[in-house]
């Protein structure tokens, strides 16, 4: 049975800013479950050891591919995302650690405001974290995380009204 389209695309006519300016991160087990309205999520149910950690980047970007089989008729969407932080601390390397400890659920808030949640169905997983000190004065210096899951859907936008209610 095939599955029909629903809407046709139209060009957009306006410029958007690209990249993530800053992620909410907390732990997948304190999600309890999540409200999508019209693929969108409007109501986020938590615990109440609820914790967000806002995780503000110098450079931050996600992508996600999604792939599919005809073999055995099923799709699957992997995403991945890179948090770049600049400098050296103590601080920052055991907020790292704890990351890599963990099985998180991020939400990335867009240039344009926009917020989008990546892990909602099964978590994700930071798999890497790697420091670079650079070579020359100009150089990058500081620590590259690497977040990477998978889903059965692609990233789910989240309403911005909620937001406030999940900065605790």
Do not use: H
Not at 47 to 66: H, I, R
């Amino acid at each position: 049975m095939p599955c029909p389209l629903t809407q046709n695309y139209v060009l957009k006519d306006c410029l958007t800013t690209a990249g993530v300016e800053s992620w909410l991160v907390t732990p997948f087990a304190n999600v309890l479950t999540t409200t999508l309205t019209a693929n969108v999520v409007t109501a986020i149910t938590k615990t109440l050891a609820w914790k967000t950690y806002a995780q503000e980047t110098e450079q931050s970007m996600w992508s996600y591919t999604g792939a599919g089989t005809n073999a055995n008729g099923t799709k699957a969407y992997d995403w991945s995302c890179t948090i770049k932080t600049n400098g050296l601390n103590t601080l920052d390397q055991q907020e790292l650690d704890t990351l890599l400890s963990n099985k998180v659920v991020l939400i990335a808030k867009m240039y344009n405001g926009e917020y989008w949640m990546l892990g909602r169905t099964f978590g994700s997983t930071a798999i890497d974290s790697a420091f670079e000190s650079g070579t020359a004065m100009g150089d990058f210096i500081g620590s590259t995380l690497t977040v990477k899951g998978r889903s059965n859907v692609p990233a789910v936008k989240v309403d911005s009204a909620i937001i406030a209610g999940l900065l605790v």
